[in-house]
C-alpha cells in the first residue's frame, strides 16, 4: 500500500508527465522512447512520485509536502490539462495521452478501493452508482432470456485482441486499448463447456466446508451462517454474489476439488463475446494463461506499462463492481501476481 498522499502525488505527477510536459505529445503512438521532458512545476515530483524509479519500499520514508499542498498541485495540473485539451485538433494523435493519463487514474480509484477494504475504514465509491444500475438492468435482462448455466462454445479459431487505438471517433467514445491488446492473436479452441456466472459464495464455501481451506479474507463464520466485511462494516453474506477476493492459487484449489478447471483467456474471450447470457463485470476473473504478449508487440509510449511484468503475472479478464465505467472495455487485459487476494477478483470454470 502507498500513502494516500503519495498516490494522489503520483497521479497528478503522471498527468503532467505525459501531458503538459511532454514536448512531443503531438505525435501520439510516434512518439517513440523519448525522455526529454520538461521540468515539472513541481521540484520535487521526478525523485517523489516516479514509480518505476521509486521502490515502495521506501515511499513510506520519503519527506513528502503536505496532503494540502498535493490537492493545490493536483488543482494546478488538472487546470493545465484542460487547458491542452481544449486546444487539441478532435482527431489529434495526441488524444491518445489523455486517454492513457485517464486510464490510469481509473486503476487508481479501483486501487484505493481496494486498500480501504484491507485497512477496514469507510469508502464510498463515487463512481460506482451508474455503472452498478446499467449492469444490473442487463443482469437482469439476461436472466429473462436465458436461465442456462453453462454454455457450449464449439471448436473454432478465435481471434484475440483490438484492433488498435483511433482517433477517428468522438472523444466520448472508448477507443483507447493498451500496447498488450494488440496485435491481433489467432488462437486454435477446442469446444468446451463454460459457466455463465462466476462461481458464487454458496459455492466456494461448500468447497471450504468440506475440504478445511482457509475461508477468504473478510469472510467470517458465525454460529449460524457466515458474515462479510466491507469496509470496515460486518453483514450477512449474500451467498448468490461471486466470491471475491480469492487469488489464482484460491481458484486453482477450488478447479482441482469441483473436478473443473479455469478458461483459457482466448475461452473466456470467446465465451464473453458468443454466448448468451454470459455475465461479467462483478469480478475480475482469473484465468489459466501467463500474462504474456501478442505475437507482434510492440510497446506504446508508457513502456513500464506491460514489458516489466510478462511471465510474471496471470491474467485476468473482465471488470469488477468497483472498476471505473471508463476501464471497462471487453477486450481489457488485467493482471496480477497469482497469490494476490486483496483485489476484487473472483473466477468461473470450465467443465474437464
Not at 145 to 157: G, L, M, R
Not at 159 to 186: P, Q, R, Y
Not at 262 to 289: H, M, N, R
Request: charged share 20%; net charge negative; aromatic share 14%.
Amino acid at each position: 500500500m502507498n500513502l494516500p498522499v503519495w498516490e494522489l502525488g503520483h497521479l497528478v505527477w503522471f498527468q503532467e508527465y505525459w501531458i503538459a510536459r511532454n514536448p512531443k505529445r503531438s505525435l501520439g503512438l510516434a512518439y517513440g522512447v523519448s525522455n526529454l521532458h520538461k521540468a515539472s512545476i513541481l521540484k520535487e515530483a521526478d525523485v517523489w512520485f516516479d514509480s518505476a524509479n521509486v521502490p515502495h519500499s521506501t515511499r513510506w520514508a520519503l519527506t513528502l509536502f503536505t496532503p494540502q499542498n498535493c490537492i493545490q498541485y493536483a488543482e494546478q495540473t488538472l487546470a493545465h490539462t484542460l487547458e491542452l485539451l481544449h486546444s487539441e485538433a478532435d482527431h489529434s494523435p495526441a488524444l491518445y495521452f489523455y486517454w492513457l493519463v485517464l486510464q490510469h487514474e481509473a486503476m487508481h480509484l479501483e486501487a484505493s478501493a481496494y486498500m480501504a477494504q484491507s485497512l477496514g475504514i469507510p469508502y464510498q465509491a463515487l463512481w460506482q452508482k451508474q455503472a452498478e444500475t446499467n449492469e444490473t438492468k442487463a443482469r437482469i435482462s439476461q436472466q429473462q432470456i436465458h436461465e442456462k448455466k453453462t454454455a457450449q462454445v464449439p471448436s473454432q479459431t478465435w481471434k484475440l485482441g483490438s484492433s488498435g487505438f483511433s482517433t477517428s471517433s468522438a472523444i466520448e467514445e472508448t477507443t483507447f486499448c493498451f500496447d498488450n491488446e494488440l496485435t491481433e492473436k489467432n488462437c486454435s479452441i477446442q469446444d468446451f463447456e463454460i459457466s455463465l456466472r462466476p462461481v458464487n459464495w454458496g459455492q466456494y464455501l461448500d468447497f471450504v466446508n468440506t475440504t478445511g481451506y482457509r475461508l477468504p479474507n473478510y469472510i467470517r463464520k458465525t454460529a449460524t451462517d457466515f458474515e462479510a466485511e466491507v469496509f470496515g462494516c460486518w453483514a450477512p453474506l449474500n451467498m448468490d454474489l461471486p466470491a471475491v477476493h480469492l487469488s489464482w492459487v484460491d481458484a486453482q484449489a477450488y478447479c482441482h476439488w469441483a473436478k473443473c478447471r479455469l478458461p483459457t483467456e482466448a475461452e473466456w474471450d470467446c465465451a464473453a463475446k458468443t454466448s448468451i447470457g454470459f455475465e461479467w463485470g462483478d469480478v475480475w476473473e482469473w484465468t489459466q494463461d501467463a500474462f504474456e504478449p501478442y505475437n507482434g508487440f510492440v510497446a506504446h509510449p508508457y513502456a513500464d506499462y506491460s514489458v516489466p511484468w510478462f511471465g510474471t503475472h496471470k491474467v485476468l479478464r473482465g471488470a469488477s463492481h468497483l472498476t471505473h465505467a471508463v476501464l471497462r472495455d471487453i477486450n481489457y487485459r488485467n493482471f496480477f501476481t497469482p497469490e494476490r487476494n486483496d483485489i476484487y477478483a473472483g473466477f468461473r470454470t470450465c467443465t474437464l
